[in-house]
T-cell receptor, first 114, second 114 residues
């Protein structure tokens, strides 16, 4: 595997379910990100991790819970989601967490909340 | 507040024709500037970036962008569009003062007609 991978690629869940999204980067980067991409809206930064430490939490509801066990893996735990949470969730990584560094994106997880 | 504006939601060009996608930003100083492309079902891929120096930047796939400080613009250009260029294009800015938040525009969808 190369680059940034995300699983699953598609997920349908009910509002009472608990699920997790997984991201893995094979680039040796120190920073990882979660973004939400909704139709006709700009990408919304959710969380930033630098060397497994959360350095940015962008006023995201607590029903989204990130976890970064090491610098290569990032999870987004989901519970009691709302229909408006349906979106494409993108994971990205960069060499370091500064805004000057280009980000490498995974293909995303298409989430549908029913 | 920092912002990025892509005035065109979608653009249609004929294959072989030239392309210009517009991007304007609002920021107190010259930020880091990026253009990313997203093909259907894929994550974002960096086309090019500007940090300083020559205001005309060359990127991958034959794209270039010109930074114009007086107009707070960073427009993306390609002299001859190929059908495979059909995708969504995102302009992004990152603050030079540090921080982790790269701000993305809402995107411009490019359609290429034969």
């Amino acid at each position: 595997e190369t680059g940034v991978t995300q699983t699953p690629r598609h997920l349908v869940m009910g509002m009472t379910n608990k699920k997790s999204l997984k991201c893995e980067q094979h680039l040796g980067h120190n920073a990882m990100y979660w973004y939400k991409q909704s139709a006709k809206k700009p990408l919304e930064l959710m969380f930033v991790y630098s060397l497994e430490e959360r350095v940015e939490n962008n006023s995201v509801p607590s029903r989204f819970s990130p976890e970064c066990p090491n610098s290569s893996h990032l999870f987004l735990h989901l519970h009691t989601l709302q229909p408006e949470d349906s979106a494409l969730y993108l994971c990205a990584s960069s060499q370091d967490p500064g805004s000057s560094y280009e980000q490498y994106f995974g293909p995303g997880t298409r989430l549908t909340v029913t | 507040a920092q912002s990025v504006t892509q005035p065109d939601i979608h653009i249609t060009v004929s294959e072989g024709a030239s392309l210009e996608l517009r991007c304007n930003y609002s920021y107190g100083a010259t930020p880091y500037l990026f253009w990313y492309v997203q093909s259907p079902g894929q994550g974002l891929q960096l086309l090019l970036k500007y940090f300083s120096g020559d205001t005309l930047v060359q990127g991958i796939k034959g794209f270039e962008a010109e930074f114009k400080r007086s107009q707070s613009s960073f427009n993306l250009r390609k002299p001859s569009v190929h059908w495979s260029d059909a995708a969504e294009y995102f302009c992004a800015v990152g603050p030079v003062s540090g921080g982790f938040k790269t701000i993305f525009g809402a995107g411009t969808r490019l359609f290429v007609k034969a």
